[in-house]
Structures are given as C-alpha cells and as structure tokens.
C-alpha cells in the first residue's frame, strides 16, 4: 500500500495522524493544517469505484434555477464564451450553460458519464484533467463541482487550472466544508469520509491557500447549507472498528451518494418546502449567512480570480 510522505499543499513531511480518524487513514499537516487521506488509491480501484459513477443523477428543477443564477453571476466575465466544468458527470449543468450560448467542454474521468455528455453536444476530454490538450488561457470560466475532495493531488490540479483561464478569468469550485458543524457532530461516521472516493478534506483556509498558492485571488469563500440526508445516512451506516478500511463496494457506496439527489430524498423535499415560500427562503438565506459567518456550513463554494 502506497502512502503520501508530504502535504498535497504545502509539501511539508510534517504529517500527524487525525486523532479519532485513524480507521480512514486521515492526516493532518502541522504546517497548513490540510487533511488528508494517507493512502494512495491505484488506477485499479479508481477505474472500479469510478465506473458508471453518477451516471443517473436525479436533475431537480430547483437545481436548474440554482444553475441559471450561478450563470447570471458568470456573465461579467464572458469574453471568449467558454466554459469548461471539470469533472462534469453527465454534463446537466454544461447543458444549461449551453443552452444560454455559452460554448462547452467538459473533463470526466467516468466513460459512461463522458459519452452521455458527447450525445449531448459537449465537447469532451475524457480521464483525468489534462490542460495540454486545450488552448492556453481560453477560457472565461472553469468550474468544478464536488470534485477536489476526489483528486489526489490538488495543488498540480490547480495549476493546470491556472494554464486554462484566461488572465481576470474565474475559477468557481464547491467541495465538502470538513469544518462543518455535521463533521463536528458525527466526527468519524460523517459519510462525506469515504475511501477512494473523498481524498482531501478542505476548509476555508486551506481552500483559500491552495489557490493563492497557485496564481489565483480570492474573491470569495461561502459556506453555506446543511445535509438531513446526510445525517441520516452517516447514523445508520455507522462503520465497524477495524484496524485497516476496506475498500467499500462500488455499488452501496454509490447509492448511498446518489440518494441525496433523489425526488423522494430529505433534502429534495425540504427544498421543495422552501422554495417560493418568502418566509422560509429568508429564514435559509439568515441561516447560510450565519453559517458563512461561521465558516460551519456543510459546503465550501469558492470564487478565485486568476492573477
């Protein structure tokens, strides 16, 4: 088994293993404090996990909307028209971004995934994120999705990020915040800890460090929101003690993810509550206010600018 020796972000051997986290082989670094899982996935596992991997999310119509006001605050830095989204899955958000002209590409390391996204008119890079096979700085937008806590080595993901945008031109990420007050509660059973799927584990700070540490300026770090399906997942799904994890099987671990999409999820129906509702949207508008404040939301949305 092959471990990390070094920081993914900061390069430091100062490696100390997280208290209370062992079974999930968690590290932290005692100079930026970045958390990490020590061990080293192979090709094997990733192609085995990763097969079929989101290919029949469920789309709710408010993620739709959440889409188009994401692209409304993406309009100032439209120049060249395109976008690319790393780590796509099936391309749902690429689909709206097109259909408001923007021009497409996405990355997916899925071939499912990837061949659904090319029957839909997008232009596809299929594996890992390669910026060698795009045009340097041509890009107004890179996004990525729920996709840092997947990369094993984020800092070079982050350059390579870099290569791709334009000067001025905007990074948009969102990745699971481990400063959450769900992490707090649940510490160890939290389900977003998963072996080979979740390989780091971003704050704010360290979020903000490793794009400053690559080019970019920080516009803007929320962290917003709060997971009933999560929650709920995490307190029966609760893993036995063993001095070494196993690689979980492909299948379970998937479903278990993919709930938190569907129609008749806790999430999905709370938000249905919501939505349109003028006392509850403020009530969740003061909460993520409160939570960005905090720096305790379940989601870490970042903004970085390319210098």
Not at 227 to 239: C, I, P, Q, V
Request: proline share 4%; glycine share 4%; charged share 30%.
């Amino acid at each position: 088994m092959q471990q990390h020796e070094s920081c993914l972000l900061c390069e430091s051997k100062k490696l100390k293993d997280l208290k209370s986290y062992e079974r999930h082989y968690l590290c932290q670094c005692q100079d930026c404090n970045f958390v990490f899982i020590k061990r080293i996935p192979t090709i094997e596992e990733l192609e085995k996990y990763y097969k079929n991997y989101g290919a029949e999310h469920f789309l709710s119509p408010i993620t739709i909307k959440r889409y188009h006001a994401l692209l409304d605050e993406f309009e100032p830095y439209r120049k060249h028209n395109r976008i690319l989204d790393v780590g796509c899955g099936v391309g749902h958000f690429l689909s709206v971004a097109k259909e408001r002209g923007w021009e497409v590409h996405g990355v997916e390391f899925s071939k499912e995934a990837a061949e659904i996204c090319r029957q839909k008119g997008i232009s596809m890079q299929e594996g890992q994120l390669d910026s060698s096979l795009f045009e340097p700085e041509s890009f107004d937008i890179v996004t990525s999705f729920e996709v840092l806590e997947h990369i094993n080595y984020p800092k070079q993901d982050a350059q390579q990020i870099h290569n791709l945008l334009r000067k001025n031109g905007l990074f948009y990420c969102t990745t699971p915040n481990f400063d959450s007050l769900m992490r707090y509660y649940l510490k160890a059973d939290f389900n977003v800890i998963h072996y080979p799927e979740h390989l780091g584990y971003f704050t704010v700070s360290t979020l903000k460090k490793l794009f400053q540490n690559t080019g970019f300026k920080t516009q803007k770090v929320l962290t917003t929101g709060f997971s009933f399906t999560r929650l709920a997942h995490s307190r029966k799904k609760k893993e036995t003690q063993k001095p070494k994890p196993q690689a979980p099987k492909p299948t379970s671990e998937k479903k278990k993810y993919k709930d938190a999409f569907n129609p008749e999820s806790s999430d999905e129906k709370v938000r249905q509550a919501i939505e349109g509702n003028p006392i509850l949207e403020f009530a969740k508008k003061t909460a993520n206010a409160l939570l960005t404040l905090s720096r305790t939301g379940l989601s870490l949305k970042g903004y970085f600018i390319k210098k």
